[in-house]
């Protein structure tokens, strides 16, 4: 006779399923390929003498694709289906990868960076759709845990694999290494079968933007404004205090973000989501923090730590909670809406804070995208408060 915990345990709705397990090893392949070239690429463009703020401009591009095309994506995937633009993202990110070798002004690798974007923005916001269709409601915040874990995961070791790939300072066997590793990305995604919800009537054409997606869709702006900067300042900051693989940073914060998210989705689906939402923005603002006052190698590991339990606390539970508010026909659009204000967080904090940079310094453009951090928290908490 089954225990009671053990019938609980078994009536539970199956949650890893061929399909799901797919999806996610295909998002761990394409997000590979995009961590190899994440601290890398700021050194290439210095390389071939661009500055600050060109090279702020040119990884800042690459969200601002992402941006663009997201809202179109959603509306797309809700009236035709996931898996065609599951597969043209990847196929992108493919090309991609290989043409940087061919880049070598300002001009090139602005317009390649813009079409790389564009791979993501197709990419995840299928990606994130087929994993809410094929999550059990009751278990939608831990799905999305699992989701983001396989991105993280590639985080874990693809920039410090990518800067050792670069030790000798040439750029060719990086760029192959990532158009190899997007190449898995495209047979895997080959083999995830459709999942628009059977017998659901697509939805009509309407506004680009979900309204229902608009409150998490502001925290999740101000948190990834702070990624902007990181992703593309944090190599430049490592080199200046000391550390000789500033990619071990994305090493200890991806190591925190597998850590947490799982655990931080299933709590969100037993406590509520901003009970996990609030703890994680606020250790987001304490990691900009941290980066502000760096004065060595170990000040950066420990803003990695807590970047990375702050975000991967956040990120599920912002995820779940955008599903939660969204019909299943509008659930395209709300995964757009959400990913373009991160990719619009990501591009502006590129470029401002890159700016800010330009004549200031690393304490100060720190300082600010800690602030913007924690008055994202805030506004998080009274609109949460009011049911906005």
């Not at 994305?250 to 299933?266: E, I, K, S």
């Amino acid at each position: 006779m089954a225990r009671p915990a053990d019938a609980a345990t078994e009536s539970r709705p199956r949650l890893l399923t061929g399909p799901f397990v797919l999806t996610c090893v295909a998002t761990f392949f394409f997000f590979l390929s995009f961590y190899l070239l994440l601290p890398t690429l700021p050194l290439y463009a210095q390389e071939h003498g661009m500055g600050e703020s060109e090279i702020g401009l040119i990884i800042g591009a690459f969200a601002f694709s992402a941006l663009l095309v997201r809202p179109y994506v959603g509306r797309a995937i809700d009236r035709h289906g996931r898996r065609g633009v599951l597969l043209l993202g990847t196929a992108v990110f493919l090309f991609s990868s290989l043409a940087y070798h061919f880049t070598r002004t300002v001009g090139s690798l602005l317009a390649l960076r813009l079409l790389h974007g564009a791979g993501m923005g197709l990419f995840t916001t299928a990606a994130s759709a087929v994993t809410t269709d094929l999550a059990p409601p009751e278990r939608r915040g831990e799905a999305m845990g699992y989701f983001g874990m396989a991105a993280n995961l590639a985080m874990a070791g693809g920039p410090a694999v990518g800067m050792w790939l670069i030790g000798d300072g040439a750029f060719g066997g990086l760029f192959l290494t990532a158009g190899s590793v997007a190449a898995a990305a495209v047979l895997l995604a080959t083999a995830v079968p459709e999942t628009f919800p059977a017998g659901a009537a697509p939805a009509v054409p309407g506004p680009l933007f979900s309204r229902a997606a608009l409150l998490p869709s502001g925290a999740m702006l101000s948190l990834c404004i702070t990624y902007g900067a990181v992703v593309s300042f944090l190599p430049l900051l490592g080199r200046q205090v000391g550390m000789g693989n500033p990619g071990l940073f994305f090493t200890v914060y991806a190591a925190f973000l597998v850590l947490t998210r799982p655990q931080a989705g299933l709590l969100s689906d037993r406590v509520g989501r901003a009970a996990v939402i609030l703890p994680g923005m606020a250790l987001v603002a304490a990691a900009m923090g941290t980066l502000a006052a760096a004065r060595g190698p170990g000040w950066l590991l420990l803003a990695g730590a807590l970047y990375g339990i702050g975000l991967g606390a956040a990120h599920p539970a912002l995820l779940a909670l955008t599903t939660d508010r969204a019909a299943p026909t509008e659930r395209g659009r709300a995964m757009a809406t959400l990913y373009a204000a991160l990719e619009l967080g990501i591009s502006s904090g590129s470029v401002l804070l890159g700016l800010l940079l330009s004549y200031t310094s690393f304490p100060a453009m720190f300082g600010a995208a800690a602030a913007i951090a924690a008055a994202g928290t805030l506004g998080f908490l009274v609109a949460s408060r009011r049911r906005w």
